[in-house]
């Protein structure tokens, strides 16, 4: 439940209120040997006192039931030992410790056949969790239905509140959020009867997380701060780490960097004293996250390589992908092209052992990475490609999201019906009573059926919308220079083939103007190819400024351009080609380092004529025009004659 990792944050899907639970049901089952020191009364006492140490910390709990288990090996039952081990596997998968775990249920197993019912549901429990973490889906899911098979017998509510409690975390972590939610109020209805506040505070973080799931980002804040405001009141450490956690996922989400921020620092913060495995690299993700979407490169950078220290420690592959992902992300902002594909390469090959549909979020963000690499690296036909593939996985993944938007309203449906319910079983109405509130009931799942179809058609809009939006993003992606901004060579040249096309039989006048820097390789080898991209940005921005809204500038080469000029002659389009040299020699450009630098252009300027047959005949005449400004000195303009 609450201490669940975030597929990796604390492990498992195991619950911390199920630890009193424990020490409620396995107490009722006598010790199978009567030949053993420690009675009942004993082995109540110790867990108790593991519970207790387990609240203010797992890590309490780990050391004090490894001593008590050494100290006692030769005077335990089987049953005894087994249910000691339980507790310790719990907290090991609270702690993050998967392997200390997995060794514990190997051991437990051995004697499967001697425990007790109660302590046989904990095991089932326990297995399923190890199996969930390891990504053993079905098996995990075959455990936890060994322990619903164990249990429904017994007609103990706080025993199947725990198994339902189980079952929640597993159908939030499979991406199941209707289950999920209807498993967790079932658990909620059965554990607001004991009064128990701080099992219902673990039970609200879980909620939490499944409306955040759901996209209901204000109820997922509303009740992971309620659970939070518990946890602070009782000074309970470890479980403010966690809501600290989830909150600041969930502001992520909702464009709260700044909020996010702060809370992975208070997690840092509070660490430091606790010293609890992997908090401190997942405070370092959060921050990598956050300053990521601040624009903050050098900061996201900076807690990145403090992650690296603790990445070793998590063995989830979904963690790790996330990772990988993100370490992607911080490469592709370097330019880092080489790193980016070997990173790539890694995460494809981990994503592929998991369904698509518990990958689907991994996939988009890797489809999105692998566009804008071969973007950079200039590979457009590969960058279609992957783009392609995105926009099928958004709708994919768009499906979902629509899903989901009626699962959620369904949801709250079944809430009130629960609250209504357990509001008449409380007060014992009448069965007139009852059958009034059922009606009313009928009433609002109309009303809600209703809003949930018209909220399904906002929905619909919203995605064509998207859709809209991508496809025109994607256009303008294969049509742009990536580095400057304008059109890039395919788009340029198409552009200026339709006018030729268009005017080539008509009096309209048509003009081209080539350029290119002078001695630009000199800027580079001396300055570096960081400056170099600068001094090409600011070049361009000269140039849109010193020709006309109508006319097109592309860039055609490395350093060299293309203005297209419609309806201009050749008189103007000279005139323009002198505006562009000298807004380009009397520019001084800045360098992050402090340096300057100064660059002149050299220009050839020609226009349509009867001579011309073809569209490159006419560009052809522009690079001559060009050459001839560079043979002359450069830093000048030549018209073609």
């Known amino acids: 439940m609450h201490r669940q990792q975030d597929s990796g944050l604390l492990t498992a899907g195991l619950y911390r209120f199920t630890i009193s639970c424990f020490v409620v049901c396995c ?51 089987d049953l005894q030992r087994s249910k000691l081990q339980i507790e310790l596997a719990r907290n090991y998968l609270f702690n993050g410790q998967l392997s200390e775990a997995q060794a514990l249920e190997q051991q437990i197993s051995e004697h499967l056949n001697k425990l007790d019912i109660t302590t046989q549901i904990y095991f089932w429990m326990i297995k399923s969790d190890i199996n969930m973490y390891l990504g053993d889906v079905d098996v995990a899911l075959a455990n936890l239905n060994n322990a619903k098979d164990l249990v429904e017998p017994l007609n103990d509510i706080v025993l199947i509140a725990d198994v339902y409690a189980s079952f929640g975390d597993f159908y939030l972590s499979n991406h199941d959020e209707v289950n999920a939610i209807d498993y967790f109020y079932k658990a909620y209805a059965l554990i607001r009867a004991s009064d128990n506040a701080l099992k219902l505070a673990y039970l609200d973080a879980s909620i939490a997380r499944t409306y955040e799931a759901l996209f209901d980002y204000e109820k997922a804040i509303e009740l992971q701060e309620k659970a939070l405001k518990y946890f602070l009141v ?90 990988q992902l993100i370490q992607a992300k911080i490469e592709v902002e370097q330019n880092n092209l080489d790193a980016v594909a070997q990173t790539l390469q890694s995460v494809e090959l981990k994503i592929n052992s998991i369904t698509v549909d518990n990958s689907i979020l991994f996939r988009l963000q890797l489809s999105e990475l692998q566009s804008q690499h071969a973007i ?32 959620r309203y369904k949801v709250q449906f079944d809430l009130k019906k629960t609250e209504l319910e357990n509001q008449l079983l409380e007060k014992d109405k009448a069965l007139k009573d009852f059958a009034l509130n059922e009606f009313e009931q009928q009433q609002a799942l109309q009303r809600t059926i209703m809003v949930s179809v018209l909220l399904l058609l906002v929905v619909l809009l919203l995605f064509a919308w998207r859709q809209y939006r991508l496809k025109r993003k994607f256009s303008l992606l294969a049509n742009t220079d990536y580095l400057t901004g304008v059109a890039n060579r395919r788009k ?35 300055y570096g190819h960081p400056v170099g991209d ?72 020609t226009q349509k004529s009867n001579q011309i047959d073809t569209f490159k005949d006419l560009l052809k005449q522009a690079d001559k025009a060009l050459y001839s400004a560079k043979t002359k000195g450069r830093n000048r303009v030549e018209i073609y004659e």
């Open 376 to 407: 950079l690296t200039e590979n457009f036909p590969l960058a279609v490609t992957y783009q392609q593939a995105y926009i099928s996985l958004n709708e994919q993944y768009y499906n979902q999201v629509r899903e989901l938007s009626r699962s």
């Open 27 to 77: 107490l009722l089952v006598s010790a199978t040997s009567f030949g053993a020191i420690q009675g009942d009364k004993w082995l109540e006492a110790k867990i108790t006192t593991a519970e207790q140490n387990s609240i203010k910390h797992p890590s309490l709990a780990i050391e004090y039931l490894l001593v008590l288990l050494r100290d006692q090996q030769g005077a335990l039952t």
């Open 492 to 526: 340029i040249m198409d552009f200026a083939e339709l006018q030729w096309l268009e005017l080539s039989k008509t009096d309209t006048c048509f003009s081209l103007i080539s350029f290119d820097l002078d001695h630009f390789k000199k800027v580079n080898d001396e």
């Open 234 to 323: 009782h000074d309970l450490k470890f479980d403010i780490m966690v809501s600290y956690y989830y909150l600041a996922k969930t502001y992520l989400n909702v464009a709260r960097a700044d909020d996010a921020n702060m809370l992975a620092n208070k997690i840092l913060a509070i660490n430091k004293t606790l010293k609890t495995p992997n908090f401190d690299y997942y405070a370092y993700i959060l921050l990598t996250q956050g300053y990521l979407e601040q624009g903050n490169l050098t900061e996201a950078e900076r807690f990145f390589n403090l992650s690296k220290l603790g990445v070793s420690e998590i063995e989830d592959i979904k963690s790790i992908i996330r990772h």
């Open 534 to 605: 600068l001094v090409l940005k600011r070049v361009v921005l000269l140039a849109q400024q010193a020709i006309r809204d109508k006319d097109c500038l592309g860039r055609i080469g490395g350093e060299e351009f293309l203005v297209v000029l419609h309806n201009t002659n050749l008189e103007q389009a000279t005139e323009i080609a002198y505006r562009i040299k000298s807004a380009i020699e009397k520019e001084t450009i800045d360098c992050e380092n402090g340096q300057t630098v100064k660059v002149t252009v050299s220009l050839g300027v």
